[in-house]
């Protein structure tokens, strides 16, 4: 086979992972690329191990591979929580966990996005035979309970007045301002101050759990608290001692069950498997009124057919939003100042431990993904359709301005930008559940993206029948699969000694042929683009003829026709068809 080898002349920057993911791609890399074609592979692991061990440089070298060489692959890897940082450094006792770079312990997708300034699309695989069982939605008894005060609904946001630094300054009991945060501004970038009040979010806590015992509901608790902790971290932790000490006994003896998960797995677990009867908190009000409405709006009409294929495109580069934010909770009484340019902009009294963030965005990053995603929709004959809360936000102006200005200088250049439409976040997520046309886009801020992808790939069948591009301006291009990395079937495999591996490639499969599809294009290589597109045919041919993974079981269009395999069993029926 050697001699037939493909010869490709541009290095792929490999991005290795963890657990079952990390088997799986281990052998797709060895069945599919080194043994069919002659390319260089730059190969760099980005295992939770690594990262920790190399404090966070595996990191920054996955960033200079990307924008040295253009295109790469990443696999999902593990974000540590405290007892698995804990355990590793026991097993590094020369590491000293103190003084370690937050990169050594984070989640990397974040700073490789900032790094190479990279916006998220993330699409369907047009599978043609998947063929979701939609959960009976219609009349079901679940309720969504949100803060009425408080965080980015009553938050200080404008569009800034001069470029600068932007500083965050308390004054506490010694009176002197000690500055907490700073960074760099431009005139026109968006900025934000949130704060919740402690006493607010606890009277919020007893309202919510004895409400769920008086109706006896199960309880659902969904925050963001990995990328937030200083924000949404210190509203869980106090939801939670509130519910161990006074609600917890009670809540047991009923034979309820509470349930803390992200609200983006959380949101997606609600829409696609839903529970009977539950009462489901979200804090945060801006999401909360989202979900509410989301909720409220399945009730009525349910979840339609999934026959359309859909497309979000996640603004994340620039470090935007909640997850490029300042958060922690405040230290003791005092005042909460924001500062531009050396003018006081806005003061407000927050208690010790009361939530604090700030966020901004840069109006150019904005600028580079709007023209992106009027780039995408075009080339794919998409309408797009945004979120925005322009009408008491000033920090979503910005986008509604940017998205005008866009479409003028298209104007100039006479290419007309495609169909779309400007409505709110909610009406946005609604209209891609519940009434979605045959082919759109709907390009969302950071953390509303993580939510929809995660309600959309929920929908669509299983996480691994998605795909996800990072594409920044420009031009280096970053293919991963949206899912993790599958711990649960890891231990499986694991505690086998390797003989059940089961797990979805599906995801992992596509971003391989999309990534080699794009070296093809850039190399003017017609036989690895060629190749690279009978992979994915491929895929799609296997799950066609009804060879499927264990989570796909009874989702194709011929249930008795399925035969379900594990990973290895998977790859071999696909590397026949190819």
Do not use: C
């Not at 919020?204 to 409400?211: D, G, K, L």
């Not at 998205?403 to 400007?422: C, D, G, N, W, Y």
């Amino acid at each position: 086979m050697g001699n037939n080898k493909i010869k490709v002349e541009s290095p792929l920057v490999i991005l290795h992972g963890d657990e079952m993911a990390q088997v799986a791609f281990e052998e797709l890399l060895k069945t599919f690329v080194s043994s069919r074609l002659d390319i260089e592979l730059r190969e760099i692991d980005l295992s939770a191990e690594n990262r920790l061990v190399t404090n966070g440089r595996a990191v920054t070298e996955s960033i200079e591979a990307l924008r040295t060489y253009g295109v790469g692959i990443k696999n999902a890897g593990i974000t540590v929580n405290r007892s698995q940082l804990d355990e590793l450094l026991r097993k590094h006792p020369d590491l000293d966990g103190v003084s370690l770079d937050p990169l050594a312990t984070k989640s990397p997708n974040g700073a490789i996005r900032k790094g190479i300034g990279g916006n998220i699309t993330r699409e369907d695989i047009q599978f043609r035979n998947i063929r979701v069982r939609r959960p009976e939605w219609i009349g079901r008894d679940i309720e969504v309970m949100t803060m009425d005060n408080g965080g980015i609904k009553d938050s200080f946001n404008e569009l800034s007045r001069a470029t600068g630094i932007i500083k965050l300054l308390f004054v506490g009991s010694s009176g002197d301002p000690v500055e907490l945060h700073r960074r760099e501004i431009s005139k026109g970038d968006p900025l934000l101050l949130a704060t919740n009040d402690t006493a607010d979010i606890t009277h919020w806590a007893h309202q919510f759990f004895q409400r769920a015992i008086d109706e006896k509901r199960d309880i659902y608790l969904g925050l963001k608290d990995t990328v937030i902790p200083g924000y949404d971290g210190a509203m869980r932790a106090t939801i939670e001692s509130i519910y161990k000490q006074d609600y917890q006994e009670k809540v047991e003896e009923l034979g309820l069950g509470f349930y803390y998960e992200l609200i983006d797995a959380q949101a997606a677990r609600i829409v696609s498997n839903p529970p009977d009867h539950a009462l489901w908190g979200v804090p945060d009000n801006t999401t909360g009124r989202k979900l509410f409405k989301l909720v409220s709006q399945l009730k009525l009409h349910g979840i339609p057919p999934r026959n359309v294929h859909v497309s979000i495109s996640r603004m994340s580069a620039g470090g935007g939003d909640q997850y490029g934010s300042f958060n922690e909770p405040a230290r003791e009484d005092g005042i909460v100042k924001v500062v531009v340019d050396g003018e006081e902009r806005h003061a407000r009294h927050v208690r010790k431990g009361d939530p604090m963030l700030l966020m901004s965005n840069d109006r150019q990053a904005i600028k580079d993904w709007v023209s992106q995603v009027f780039r995408d929709a075009s080339r794919k004959d998409k309408e797009v359709y945004f979120g925005l809360k322009r009408e008491y936000m000033e920090y979503d102006e910005v986008f509604s301005n940017v998205i005008t200005e866009v479409r003028r200088e298209l104007a100039k250049q006479h290419t007309p930008p495609p169909s779309f439409m400007i409505m709110r976040p909610s009406s946005q997520l609604i209209k891609m559940i519940t009434d979605p046309p045959r082919n759109a886009l709907y390009p969302s801020q950071n953390l509303d993206g993580d939510i929809f992808s995660d309600i959309s790939a929920a929908l669509g069948g299983s996480l691994a029948t998605a795909s996800s591009i990072i594409e920044s301006k420009e031009g280096t291009m970053l293919f991963e699969a949206p899912h993790g990395t599958a711990h649960d079937l890891y231990l499986k495999y694991r505690e086998s000694g390797g003989k059940e591996a089961h797990f979805n490639p599906s995801a992992l499969i596509y971003a391989l042929g999309n990534a080699l599809e794009a070296l093809g294009e850039r190399d003017g290589n017609e036989d690895l683009a060629s190749y690279a597109e009978a992979l994915k045919q491929a895929l799609k041919d296997t799950v066609a003829d009804g060879i499927i993974t264990a989570d796909l079981k009874g989702k194709t269009t011929d249930p008795d026709a399925e035969r379900v395999v594990d990973l290895y069993g998977f790859i071999d029926a696909l590397r026949q068809r190819l």
